[in-house]
């Protein structure tokens, strides 16, 4: 177990020192999906949907999910966010929609968790909205695109 930074020595869970650590811009991008009937996207994108402005919504939902990453995940250092972009996107192959989180800030750890909660919680939001007209959705493919910054460097997904 001691090739993990969040467990001890002692074996147990802790939060990592990053004091030491150089404060560095950071940005981290994800994405995930939400699939549904195409029905269903169509309700969406015309706008016959029971709980109102679905997108919308989402985006906020994504936005506020960021901002509060560290009292969601247990370990998570409290960042001071620059920004959060959450975008939702109509996907007709899919056929549902597409989440985009994008988030930065100037800190001394990454903000890719940051980025993929916004992301979970907007395809929830998205879920949630849309259950009375499709209990077949499914969330899918949330994963981290790209980061940039801190000592590991810049990474992109292949």
Do not use: F
């Amino acid at each position: 177990m001691t090739g993990l930074s969040h467990i001890g020595k002692d074996g147990r869970a802790r939060m990592v020192d990053v004091s030491g650590k150089d404060e560095t811009a950071r940005t981290a991008v994800a994405e995930g999906a939400l699939v549904c009937l195409p029905t269903t996207l169509a309700a969406v994108l015309e706008g016959r949907t029971p709980k109102g402005a679905v997108i919308s919504t989402a985006e906020i939902a994504g936005v506020i999910a960021a901002k509060r990453t560290s009292e969601l995940i247990p370990l998570c250092h409290p960042l001071p966010l620059s920004k959060v972009a959450v975008s939702i996107e109509p996907d007709d192959v899919l056929p549902g929609l597409r989440v985009r989180a994008e988030v930065k800030t100037t800190a001394r750890t990454g903000v890719e968790m940051e980025a993929l909660t916004a992301v979970s919680i907007a395809c929830l939001t998205l879920y949630d909205m849309l259950k009375a007209i499709d209990r077949t959705m499914r969330i899918t493919d949330i994963r981290v695109m790209s980061k940039a910054g801190g000592k590991s460097g810049d990474w992109t997904a292949a």
